[in-house]
């Protein structure tokens, strides 16, 4: 929250609420829906919560039910408390700027629980998906959240055609050859190569790499610029950083590998590649 | 001259299996050809050889006469099968038919063992023992292996000058000699002098104990143990060394190695059995066997060392390295198969990984032979050649390593490091 004391005279400018987001979140954006909420009940901070089956990994939040003002929060709670947790989404008036100091702070731990005590913070429920895509194999599973709204919102966005199996997007600078199965949940980036025989499944193939032919891929994330080889099997929440470099005929397994490697023996189990 | 070629019988070489139960293990295919063929084929090739037997204790099996009858045609000499009516050792089945051995007034017979992979110098153990020994010296066939892999072997302590057997111990705990006993050997009517002290020896030991089994025991004879060790330092046996290639293929791993040492010999003596690249035909490299009715797609990239059995099947963008693949096996498209056998009339289905882990030698030292290695260690499975017995069926997409799939079984996911019953 610190930084936010660095934007003081900016954010406090025309005396508008502003919008606070956590950069490592995906979900359908609810902006209109969540200025509308907080102009309603006239406190000094709202933000979103989600509903997931695990509460316990998250920051849970206990409100009211017919107002939604946040009575108490509670950070991964070890019984069950509530369902709902902090979506990482918010909007503030500006006053919320006197509390805040320039000085490392955690929103959460030290300006939210004052809030709520004041009843100052009200919480609206998110409709759709979410997901906090800081992990790699978190990653990939909002990118699939995302790629199925995508076909529920702008189906035309995605790609069809021969061997393009379920909600693939594809960047049209980006080639395919023959005989790949494509998808379901694939993105692929400006610029890629994918070449004759691949069958990538639930992945995200980042700008400027190239998939040589006959390699199958599944759960991976190939980072930009990367050189997949020939027969090369991927899998298991495989990374690639930044231009590295992957050996033909190897086996990864749940490698995670660190920018500008090159990888010339198969990673059976999984590890990380410095 | 006459040839015996010893092949066992299914008690042993069970660490062939699951590949021994379809097929005797002297008839697997090693580079393209049965394991017994590149033995008959080499005798053969010896001037005055009249006959070549097969002895083991193998029931009647379609698929052993079959190869006997083409055989015969193929080499023109005799070739009969000797069954033993039980396991007799190496040296008890050669004394029970003596008489088979010398009949027509043989001066001289090989013995071989059949689970061995060699260039066979037959004729050099027969000019090697007119200069060093005489008509009635016995030769054995030697190579150097290194100091802690001898010890699984036969050792052999020879006079550096004569090449005279001084000392002969089998598979010692302690360090003897690098020089180590090939399986191969040249004896003459003699030998069944020492054989037969051997087991009169055997007969008056059972005389003092009392077992139900006695007379089987008496006649179970074992060459090493029994009558080399007693002939070391008496002046009748000899060590041929040689330098050229030699294994032993006890393991499905050391048949993908003996498979690759054929290979190589091919390129002087059978090139017509290596594939080349041609327009249409798929990518070879290095050293590859085809077998004519093989149907391959020319996108595929087959090779090193790689045998192709009759009537398979390979589909396109198909990657298969190191491997031996069986007759009517078929590998769907884009499959990638490395270090592994893959069983009769398996199928491999498309973006499938099959792969094993090579056992070979060190390469970096000349005389390191393969490792009989355990197929556990520390509780787990060594990591080692991928098998696919008979009829196996592996789904699209999985990968199965270091894993051993016995016959008739239909996968239906990924493994790794089983056996797979």
């Known amino acids: 929250a610190g930084p936010l004391a660095l934007a003081r005279d900016l954010l406090a400018e025309d005396g508008e609420p502003f919008f606070v987001l956590n950069s490592d979140v995906i979900c359908e954006f609810p902006f209109a829906a969540l200025a509308r909420f907080h102009r309603q009940h006239g406190g000094e901070g709202s933000l979103v919560v989600t509903r997931v089956e695990e509460p316990a990994k998250y920051g849970v939040v206990v409100c009211e039910a017919d107002t939604g003002r946040i009575c108490r929060f509670v950070e991964k709670p070890r019984v069950f408390v509530s369902n709902k947790i902090n979506a990482g989404l918010y909007i503030f008036s500006p006053g919320i700027l006197q509390r805040i100091q320039l000085r490392p702070t955690s929103i959460e731990k030290e300006i939210f629980p004052a809030m709520a005590q004041e009843g100052q913070l009200y919480a609206m429920e998110l409709q759709g998906f979410w997901m906090d895509i800081g992990q790699p194999k978190d990653f990939l599973t909002g990118m699939c959240m995302y790629l199925q709204a995508l076909r529920a919102q702008h189906p035309e966005k995605l790609h069809s055609g021969p061997g393009v199996v379920g909600n693939v997007l594809v960047d049209p600078s980006a080639k395919i050859g023959a005989n790949c199965v494509i998808g379901p949940n694939v993105t692929i980036g400006a610029g890629v190569v994918v070449e004759d025989g691949v069958r990538i499944k639930r992945c995200t193939v980042l700008k400027g790499a190239r998939i040589r032919s006959h390699s199958w891929l599944e759960s991976c994330i190939v980072g930009w610029s990367c050189s997949v080889g020939q027969w090369v099997r991927m899998e298991n929440v495989t990374v690639l950083g930044e231009d590295v470099i992957v050996n033909d005929e190897l086996y990864l397994n749940g490698a995670n590998v660190l920018p500008h490697k090159s990888i010339a023996e198969s990673v059976p189990e999984p590890r990380i590649i410095m | 001259?006459?040839?015996?070629?010893?092949?066992?019988?299914?008690?042993?070489?069970?660490?062939?299996?699951?590949?021994?139960?379809?097929?005797?293990?002297?008839?697997?295919?090693?580079?393209?050809?049965?394991?017994?063929?590149?033995?008959?084929?080499?005798?053969?090739?010896?001037?005055?050889?009249?006959?070549?037997?097969?002895?083991?204790?193998?029931?009647?099996?379609?698929?052993?006469?079959?190869?006997?009858?083409?055989?015969?045609?193929?080499?023109?000499?005799?070739?009969?099968?000797?069954?033993?009516?039980?396991?007799?050792?190496?040296?008890?089945?050669?004394?029970?038919?003596?008489?088979?051995?010398?009949?027509?007034?043989?001066?001289?017979?090989?013995?071989?063992?059949?689970?061995?992979?060699?260039?066979?110098?037959?004729?050099?153990?027969?000019?090697?023992?007119?200069?060093?020994?005489?008509?009635?010296?016995?030769?054995?066939?030697?190579?150097?292996?290194?100091?802690?892999?001898?010890?699984?072997?036969?050792?052999?302590?020879?006079?550096?000058?004569?090449?005279?057997?001084?000392?002969?111990?089998?598979?010692?705990?302690?360090?003897?000699?690098?020089?180590?006993?090939?399986?191969?050997?040249?004896?003459?009517?003699?030998?069944?002098?020492?054989?037969?002290?051997?087991?009169?020896?055997?007969?008056?030991?059972?005389?003092?104990?009392?077992?139900?089994?006695?007379?089987?025991?008496?006649?179970?004879?074992?060459?090493?143990?029994?009558?080399?060790?007693?002939?070391?330092?008496?002046?009748?046996?000899?060590?041929?060394?040689?330098?050229?290639?030699?294994?032993?293929?006890?393991?499905?791993?050391?048949?993908?190695?003996?498979?690759?040492?054929?290979?190589?010999?091919?390129?002087?003596?059978?090139?017509?059995?290596?594939?080349?690249?041609?327009?249409?035909?798929?990518?070879?490299?290095?050293?590859?066997y085809i077998h004519p009715t093989a149907s391959i797609y020319s996108t595929a990239v087959l090779g090193p060392n790689v045998s192709i059995g009759e009537g398979v099947t390979v589909g396109a963008g198909v990657r298969v390295r190191e491997s031996i693949v069986l007759h009517g096996a078929s590998l769907h498209d884009h499959t990638c198969v490395l270090n592994t056998i893959v069983g009769w009339d398996s199928t491999i289905g498309r973006w499938a990984r099959v792969e094993g882990t090579p056992s070979d030698p060190n390469p970096n030292d000349p005389y390191a032979k393969i490792d009989s290695e355990t197929l556990f260690r520390d509780g787990r499975l060594t990591p080692s050649i991928t098998i696919l017995g008979c009829s196996v069926t592996i789904p699209a997409e999985v990968v199965i390593l270091n894993s051993i799939v016995l016959p008739h079984k239909e996968l239906s996911r990924s493994y790794k490091n089983q056996i797979i019953l």
């Open chain 2, 1 to 288: 001259l006459k040839a015996v070629i010893l092949i066992g019988g299914p008690q042993k070489g069970t660490r062939f299996r699951p590949l021994s139960f379809e097929v005797p293990k002297p008839l697997f295919p090693v580079a393209g050809v049965p394991m017994v063929q590149h033995h008959i084929e080499a005798c053969a090739k010896v001037p005055g050889m009249k006959e070549i037997l097969l002895m083991g204790f193998y029931q009647p099996h379609e698929a052993l006469s079959r190869f006997l009858v083409s055989a015969q045609q193929e080499f023109k000499i005799p070739i009969r099968y000797l069954q033993e009516y039980a396991a007799l050792g190496t040296g008890g089945g050669i004394y029970h038919f003596r008489d088979q051995i010398l009949s027509g007034g043989t001066e001289a017979f090989f013995v071989l063992n059949a689970d061995v992979c060699s260039e066979f110098p037959l004729q050099e153990m027969l000019e090697f023992r007119q200069q060093h020994g005489d008509a009635h010296s016995f030769v054995i066939l030697g190579t150097t292996a290194n100091r802690t892999q001898a010890l699984n072997y036969g050792c052999i302590v020879a006079n550096a000058d004569t090449q005279e057997v001084q000392h002969y111990v089998e598979k010692p705990s302690t360090f003897v000699s690098e020089i180590i006993n090939c399986g191969i050997y040249l004896f003459t009517p003699a030998i069944f002098q020492h054989i037969g002290d051997v087991f009169q020896r055997n007969q008056q030991e059972l005389v003092l104990e009392e077992s139900s089994n006695g007379w089987q025991r008496a006649e179970v004879i074992r060459l090493e143990q029994d009558v080399f060790t007693a002939l070391a330092g008496s002046g009748k046996l000899y060590v041929y060394k040689t330098d050229g290639f030699w294994s032993q293929i006890k393991s499905a791993g050391s048949a993908i190695y003996a498979s690759r040492l054929y290979l190589n010999q091919y390129s002087k003596t059978h090139p017509e059995r290596l594939a080349q690249n041609k327009s249409g035909g798929p990518i070879i490299r290095g050293n590859v």
